[in-house]
């Protein structure tokens, strides 16, 4: 490899330094001896570059040109262990040659060395939103790229410090780019994070908006496989996967892995509880929300406003592989064991004129909006609980859920790695 780059730097000198010649004396190189090198830097430096030493388990190397961004340092000044970069203008780069690099479905957190690294974009609403980005030693790895996943949070919860999780470990020492991110006006009680720009949207278009702008700037990253890029979310977090990958279906998302959001305002206030006499949540929600579900209030303005925050309305236009998971009891939905599966089970609906619900409906709802909507893969699940493909739901019909409860097993880092290999 050194005495590759070797003769690479050899060759280019050389070339410069007859243009510089020729220039300074008026005498011209021979053409043979300038068309000789000329041909041996551009038909032979492409090879020098040596992949030799790439896993076995990676594909064609790529050429392509990209859009990358512009790299400076950033105010406030980050951690000793990170790097900044931030969008501000965009340039052409040469081209970039690098090896694909897929994770297996298994996951190994040991298989590379990682390093969490800050960036900062500013979305479109011009409010500037601050990130990590936990991915493989580019030093050890310099010449694979890998795909990458943008983690979602859930409810209006802060999601930068996710880099540092359990999931974000494993995923990204699988082998993955892992990129997490605090949407406008968020940020945790961690010292050590920083609040991004703007006030909070309830993950409404302007979230989702930044959430695009973000995997739009992760797709043009050299060491990023751009066609293999996806949204995972938790809970709330499918209002803002949903509307980013719906309303913007000319972004090639690979896929979406949704765990256990609500489909519509019913869900997310815990109308279902409310409505069978617990209100404890419901309550909750009501402090922390501006609006009421729409079955309350079917006024005009508190329409419009959830027009842009029911995730059930957005999943049809997505173009790429949609993946709920729902275990058996879900984490915020009723019933919560098997004694109470009959309390809630409404099909048509409850005596006040609220929508039906019966067990995991929600993800029945959302199941189905994408099947009729056109979604070209949609599933329920993983490959233990054989739910297939393209299949839709019902209160008599319904899918084989995850055991138990989704807290239960890093089910979210088993659904990521399965799609990121998905070939359908």
Same mark, same amino acid.
């Given at each position: 490899?050194?005495?590759?780059?070797?003769?690479?730097?050899?060759?280019?000198?050389?070339?410069?330094?007859?243009?510089?010649?020729? *220039?300074?004396? !008026?005498?011209?190189?021979?053409?043979?001896?300038?068309?000789?090198?000329?041909?041996?830097?551009?038909?032979?430096? &492409?090879?020098?570059?040596?992949?030799?030493?790439?896993?076995?388990?990676?594909?064609?190397?790529?050429?392509?040109?990209?859009?990358?961004?512009?790299?400076?340092? #950033?105010?406030?000044?980050?951690?000793?262990?990170?790097?900044?970069?931030?969008? /501000?203008? #965009?340039?052409?780069?040469?081209?970039?040659?690098?090896?694909?690099?897929?994770?297996?479905?298994?996951?190994?957190?040991?298989?590379?060395?990682? =390093?969490?690294?800050?960036?900062?974009?500013?979305?479109?609403?011009?409010?500037?939103?601050?990130?990590?980005?936990?991915?493989?030693?580019?030093? +050890?790895?310099?010449?694979?790229?890998?795909?990458?996943?943008?983690?979602?949070?859930? !409810?209006?919860?802060?999601?930068?410090?996710?880099?540092? !999780?359990?999931?974000?470990?494993?995923?990204?020492?699988?082998?993955?780019?892992?990129?997490?991110?605090?949407?406008?006006?968020?940020?945790?009680?961690?010292?050590?994070?920083?609040?991004?720009?703007?006030? *909070?949207?309830?993950?409404?278009?302007?979230?989702?908006?930044?959430?695009?702008?973000?995997? $739009?700037?992760?797709? *043009?990253?050299?060491?990023?496989?751009?066609?293999?890029?996806?949204?995972?979310?938790? /809970?709330?977090?499918?209002?803002?996967?949903?509307?980013?990958?719906?309303?913007?279906?000319?972004?090639? =998302?690979?896929?979406?892995?949704?765990?256990?959001?609500?489909? $519509?305002?019913?869900?997310?206030?815990?109308?279902?509880?409310?409505?069978?006499?617990?209100?404890?949540?419901?309550?909750?929600?009501?402090?922390?929300?501006?609006?009421?579900?729409?079955?309350?209030?079917?006024?005009?303005?508190?329409?419009?406003?959830?027009? +842009?925050? +029911?995730?059930?309305?957005?999943?049809?236009?997505?173009?790429?592989?949609?993946?709920?998971?729902?275990?058996?009891?879900?984490?915020?939905? &009723?019933?919560?064991?098997? $004694?109470?599966?009959?309390?809630?089970?409404?099909?048509? !609906?409850?005596?006040?004129?609220? &929508?039906?619900?019966?067990?995991?409906?929600?993800?029945?709802?959302?199941?189905?909006?994408?099947?009729?909507?056109?979604?070209?893969?949609?599933?329920?699940?993983?490959?233990?609980?054989?739910?297939?493909?393209?299949?839709?739901?019902?209160?008599?019909?319904?899918?084989?859920?995850?055991?138990?409860?989704?807290?239960?097993?890093?089910?979210?880092?088993?659904?990521?790695?399965?799609?990121?290999?998905?070939?359908?």
């Amino acid at each position: 490899m050194k005495r590759n780059l070797i003769l690479v730097t050899t060759l280019i000198i050389f070339s410069l330094s007859c243009a510089t010649f020729t *220039e300074l004396t !008026g005498v011209e190189i021979p053409e043979t001896v300038s068309s000789a090198v000329t041909a041996i830097v551009t038909k032979d430096f &492409p090879t020098l570059i040596s992949t030799d030493e790439a896993p076995t388990d990676t594909v064609k190397p790529i050429e392509e040109t990209r859009v990358v961004a512009k790299t400076e340092q #950033t105010s406030p000044q980050p951690t000793q262990e990170e790097q900044a970069t931030t969008v /501000s203008v #965009t340039t052409t780069a040469p081209v970039v040659k690098c090896t694909p690099t897929l994770p297996a479905v298994k996951p190994n957190k040991d298989a590379y060395q990682t =390093i969490i690294e800050p960036f900062e974009i500013v979305a479109p609403s011009g409010n500037r939103l601050y990130g990590l980005i936990r991915r493989p030693n580019p030093q +050890e790895y310099p010449e694979l790229c890998f795909p990458a996943v943008v983690l979602v949070p859930g !409810g209006i919860n802060p999601g930068r410090m996710l880099a540092h !999780g359990i999931d974000a470990e494993v995923l990204s020492g699988s082998g993955m780019v892992v990129v997490t991110f605090n949407a406008e006006g968020r940020v945790d009680e961690s010292p050590d994070d920083i609040l991004s720009e703007g006030t *909070e949207d309830y993950n409404g278009f302007r979230q989702q908006d930044g959430l695009c702008a973000i995997v $739009s700037y992760i797709m *043009e990253q050299p060491y990023v496989i751009p066609e293999n890029v996806g949204i995972s979310t938790q /809970s709330y977090g499918i209002t803002m996967g949903a509307g980013c990958v719906g309303r913007y279906p000319e972004i090639p =998302i690979k896929y979406l892995v949704d765990g256990e959001g609500p489909s $519509s305002s019913f869900t997310t206030c815990h109308g279902p509880r409310f409505l069978a006499g617990d209100v404890g949540k419901y309550e909750t929600v009501k402090r922390i929300f501006p609006h009421l579900a729409t079955w309350q209030d079917r006024s005009q303005e508190n329409l419009d406003w959830w027009a +842009e925050r +029911e995730a059930v309305q957005w999943i049809s236009a997505f173009r790429g592989a949609y993946l709920r998971l729902q275990a058996t009891w879900d984490h915020a939905q &009723p019933p919560d064991n098997e $004694s109470q599966i009959a309390r809630f089970y409404r099909p048509d !609906g409850w005596t006040d004129g609220a &929508p039906a619900w019966w067990h995991n409906k929600h993800a029945t709802d959302m199941v189905n909006a994408a099947v009729n909507g056109g979604v070209p893969w949609v599933r329920v699940n993983l490959p233990p609980q054989g739910n297939p493909v393209n299949a839709t739901y019902d209160a008599d019909h319904m899918p084989v859920f995850l055991p138990d409860r989704m807290a239960d097993r890093p089910w979210s880092v088993q659904a990521i790695l399965e799609m990121v290999n998905i070939t359908e």
